[in-house]
């Protein structure tokens, strides 16, 4: 209660201000942009991303605002489509573990008994071994392509979702309401949809966003090994990975995709950062 | 050390055990993600059919998986780590090889972790509300989502092929060559782990500084650097420790990736070449040597952990 | 004539936010002698003894007031002035877990009296006998987790004492123990007092408590000190109605059962402190001229007063 009347008065105050826009704003503002260049790359670039050309390793100008690449491709064009790739991987990558880890953490923390135990029992196992090793190890086993690196994703991440939901519903289970929707006469699967899920999917969703930029950064890294997209697609990492040979003579080529890793990361983070506060905010409240 | 010292070592060493369990149980069912034939897989594109049939007699195909998993165990209990399928080299000998890149990657790495992360620390907890905590705090969140491999190809631009200063890939002889080759390297893998260190730090500092006892500490006129060495730093590193042992995958990453990127001869470099090339009884061994490492590190934090807090030794 | 004492006056803490927690506190305590400060939790009296040693609680900050040790001047908000130790509540959380008993206390000495470590070593053994340890030289290998709650406590004072003070805060030093415990570490206290010519400033909720050990009881209320004066006079014939309040709940043994249990309501928040008198709300009997500003009583007199504008129409004495 004292949390929200605090936040009351710190949004009216910067409101009569009329302060500039807090910086989670503007990631959340350059992260709509991004998107929408994503979506729209098609129409957007300037050339195709894969159309060769003879004017190679171009530096920036008029006719290719970011340069051309060794092969003469267009880099403004492959950047959009590389934001285009990575969002359209980073969006399932952390999405799947989500919704696999909230289903598997809700019927552990609902049914208890063996199977909590179990997820209980993996969760901690898991913390102890090291989980960027497996996916490349997963992914290593199964071949790259954007399906290996999405079940190498669910493989690894549902664990954290399920210890968090888990750990949620077993603590909502216990308050004060959902004992009091049972009295009403509700019958479980009513109660864990109308009462519980609302509830842990709040804390899922804001860990869904940070995990974003953790998929953002698995994606670029294994496609910087040659371990993620399939060679010649339009990916931030692969990009600076192609481009890592020229890097004395232009360094462009590899400093402008990995600053809009950059870029993207710091976005996500500010909007995760925000949304996670205010959860916190909220659960401290209660 | 006590002999409760040795007590807690070997309860640690029990917990260990689970893990060590799930690791095998991980890396023997990384077998079965491969699609196709996994006994063409593993014995790689050079093999012959003889080759081939070869290995599925040794995988045991037809067996069950309980016997496969069990002759698995056995032969890593041999140290038979199996053979690469691009050299025909064990892979005992390939990590025999190239662990010591790897360890001086992981030791250089930790070191230059602390020394970035241990100033910023200091500030955030001990001068929160300045300017230059202030500025701490916006480069930690920009670093933190930095990818090392553009920060190490930066970097290798930056100073080595612009300035010319230091070298970019590859170890260049000598013990001086060596400590210069891995300059670079570890200030990267630093870059990436200093800014969960410095942030986790700080928490446990500032804890520690509003603390019941440091009040008491400065009652009786502790102070100045007395005051932080005494009471300040020992009570704040053993929190800042475990949370640096969670931090151990993320390190061990780290030495991957700089091991490609700057070229250097280490475990990592070789289970990304292994990788891209399907060689997949090298990424088998390396992932579970990489597996053990991790163990290993959290129980050398945890031993860390208690030999600073006494707490801990004697509940 | 007169013994040397500790002086604070006109003692002002505030919070970050700008708020007095205590506005123009002043008290005194004679070496030898025992001043008792009674009060419920928020009524600034802890507040008060941290920040006459200088180190106010977190988020708070001392704006002004001197304290005066003997004829020395030590200005507000300077840590710790020399002669003046302080006892915390509660020993679990006070003592550094990572500190041996026997170092902590020997270093401790070693700052104050720059002797060398084996001096420093014999003295620590010393102020553990002094605080009723036995076994000191097992004690001194200690780890405070490993000491039971009354030898922790006896530590904490033992550590105070390590300062060689000639003034002693204590800070609700008894509350976290239970009965037995508590009327020995008082035992222990009034054995300094006697034995050392310390001067105490003994802090407690608990009236019962400070009416064993003080010689003079200050009773605070939201920031002020509303009555003052020898033990026995305000335990015997309180003024101010919050006084006659907590001496109306301690247990009378001539009438077992009529016990007082609680005064309705809740002290006030700081930042609701008014001017006037800040007990009227909860006051059985307010009366005209509540509101008229009232400066609080000023600790240092320690004849029998009380700042209520209404104490000779209410009964004295026991109310019902």
Redesign the interface.
């Known amino acids: 209660m004292s949390q929200a009347v605090a936040g009351v008065h710190a949004s009216s105050r910067s409101g009569r201000r009329m302060a500039l826009p807090r910086f989670h704003q503007v990631a959340a503002v350059v992260l709509v942009l991004v998107a929408v260049v994503a979506i729209a790359a098609p129409w957007l670039a300037p050339y195709s991303p894969s159309a060769q050309s003879l004017d190679q390793i171009r530096p920036p100008s008029g006719a290719h605002a970011l340069g051309t690449d060794a092969l003469g491709r267009d880099i403004l064009s492959r950047m959009m489509y590389a934001l285009r790739t990575d969002l359209l991987l980073i969006v399932p990558a952390a999405g799947l573990p989500m919704v696999v880890g909230t289903v598997v953490g809700t019927l552990a923390g609902y049914a208890g008994g063996v199977l909590d135990a179990a997820v209980r029992w993996i969760a901690d196992v898991f913390q102890g071994l090291p989980l960027y090793i497996f996916l490349v190890a997963l992914v290593a086993a199964m071949g790259r392509g954007p399906a290996s690196l999405l079940v190498a994703f669910t493989a690894l991440g549902w664990i954290v979702y399920a210890r968090l939901v888990r750990t949620e519903v077993r603590r909502i289970k216990t308050a004060g309401f959902v004992e009091a929707a049972y009295l009403l006469g509700r019958s479980s699967p009513q109660v864990l949809v109308q009462h519980v899920l609302p509830h842990a999917l709040k804390q899922t969703a804001t860990y869904f966003v940070l995990d974003l930029g953790m998929a953002l950064q698995g994606v670029a890294v294994l496609s910087f090994f040659n371990l993620g997209v399939k060679s010649g697609t339009p990916e931030l990492g692969a990009m600076v990975a192609d481009a890592q040979i020229f890097i004395r003579s232009s360094t462009w080529m590899v400093a402008l995709p990995g600053a809009a890793i950059v870029v993207l990361g710091v976005c996500i983070a500010a909007v995760g950062d925000h949304l996670s506060s205010r959860t916190r905010g909220e659960s401290d409240g209660r | 050390m006590e002999g409760s010292g040795w007590r807690l070592l070997g309860r640690r060493l029990l917990q260990?055990l689970?893990?060590l369990g799930?690791?095998l149980v991980?890396?023997f069912a990384?077998?079965a993600?491969?699609?196709g034939d996994p006994a063409r897989a593993i014995a790689g594109p050079r093999a012959t059919e003889a080759q081939v049939a070869h290995v599925r007699a040794d995988l045991g195909l037809d067996e069950t998986v309980t016997t496969r998993f069990a002759s698995y165990v056995g032969r890593l209990a041999g140290g038979d780590l199996g053979e690469s399928n691009r050299s025909d080299v064990p892979v005992t000998q390939i990590i025999g090889q190239r662990v010591g890149v790897t360890l001086s990657l992981l030791l250089g790495g930790l070191v230059a972790s602390v020394l970035l992360a241990g100033p910023a620390a200091l500030v955030l907890a001990l001068r929160p509300r300045s300017r230059a905590a202030w500025v701490i705090e916006r480069v930690l969140?920009?670093a933190?989502?930095?990818?090392?491999?553009?920060v190490g190809?930066?970097l290798?631009?930056v100073v080595g092929?612009r300035a010319g200063l230091l070298p970019v890939g590859g170890l260049e002889p000598g013990l001086g060559g060596h400590l210069r080759s891995y300059l670079l390297p570890c200030l990267t893998i630093g870059i990436s782990l200093s800014p969960f260190l410095a942030r986790s730090a700080a928490t446990s500092l500032r804890e520690v500084v509003?603390?019941?006892?440091?009040?008491?500490?400065?009652?009786?006129?502790?102070?100045g650097t007395?005051l932080f060495r005494?009471?300040l730093l020992?009570?704040a590193l053993p929190p800042t420790v475990t949370l640096l042992g969670?931090q151990?995958?993320?390190l061990?990453?780290g030495t991957?990736?700089v091991e490609?990127t700057f070229a250097l001869p280490g475990l990592g470099a070789e289970?990304?070449t292994?990788?891209?090339q399907?060689d997949?009884p090298v990424?088998?061994g390396?992932?579970l040597v990489?597996?053990l490492?991790?163990?290993v590190f959290?129980l050398l934090a945890d031993v860390a952990v208690s030999v600073?807090?006494?707490?801990t030794r004697?509940? | 004539m007169a013994a040397s004492s500790l002086e604070v006056e006109g003692l002002e803490v505030v919070t970050r936010a700008g708020v007095p927690i205590l506005d123009d506190l002043s008290f005194r305590v004679a070496e030898g002698q025992a001043l008792g400060i009674v009060g419920e939790s928020g009524s600034g009296k802890s507040v008060a003894l941290r920040a006459t040693m200088g180190l106010p609680p977190a988020g708070t900050s001392v704006r002004a007031g001197t304290v005066m040790v003997g004829d020395r001047r030590v200005p507000a908000g300077s840590v710790t002035p020399a002669g003046v130790a302080m006892v915390f509540q509660d020993s679990f959380t006070s003592l550094d877990p990572t500190m041996r008993l026997g170092s902590y206390l020997a270093e401790t000495v070693a700052r104050h009296r720059g002797a060398t470590i084996a001096a420093a070593r014999s003295r620590a053994r010393e102020l553990l006998r002094d605080v009723g340890m036995t076994e000191p030289e097992l004690r001194m290998r200690a780890f405070p987790h490993q000491l039971s709650g009354g030898l922790r406590q006896r530590a904490a004072i033992a550590l105070a004492l390590a300062t060689d003070p000639r003034y002693l805060l204590c800070d609700e030093p008894t509350t976290a123990l239970d009965v037995t415990l508590q009327a020995r570490i008082l035992a222990l206290l009034k054995a300094r007092q006697g034995a050392a010519g310390l001067g105490l400033v003994f802090v407690s909720h608990d009236i019962a408590v400070v009416s064993q050990i003080a010689d003079v009881v200050a009773v605070m209320y939201a920031g002020r000190i509303v009555e003052i004066g020898p033990t026995a006079t305000v335990i015997g014939s309180p003024r101010h109605p919050y006084a006659q309040a907590l001496v109306a709940a301690l247990p009378d043994l001539d009438r077992p059962g009529t016990r007082f249990l609680s005064i309705a309501g809740t002290p006030p928040d700081p930042s609701e402190f008014t001017a006037g008198c800040r007990f009227q709300a909860r006051c059985g009997h307010p009366g005209t001229g509540c509101d008229q500003p009232l400066a609080g009583l000023d600790g240092r007199d320690h004849r029998h007063r009380s700042d209520c504008l209404h104490e000779d129409t209410h009964p004295a004495g026991r109310a019902s």
Do not use: C, E, K
Not at chain 2, 144 to 150: C, D, G, H, K, Q
Not at chain 2, 210 to 223: E, H, I, K, L
Not at chain 2, 308 to 311: F, T
């Open positions: 260990v689970p893990v799930l690791l991980v890396v990384l077998q993600l491969i699609p969140s920009v933190i989502n930095l990818p090392s491999f553009w190809l930066m290798a631009t092929l509003a603390s019941d006892y440091v009040v008491t500490a400065r009652s009786v006129g502790a102070s007395f005494r009471h020992r009570n969670f151990a995958g993320a061990l990453f991957v990736i490609q289970m990304i292994a990788a891209a399907r997949f990424v088998q390396l992932t990489f597996g490492g991790i163990i959290n600073l807090d006494p707490r004697t509940a």
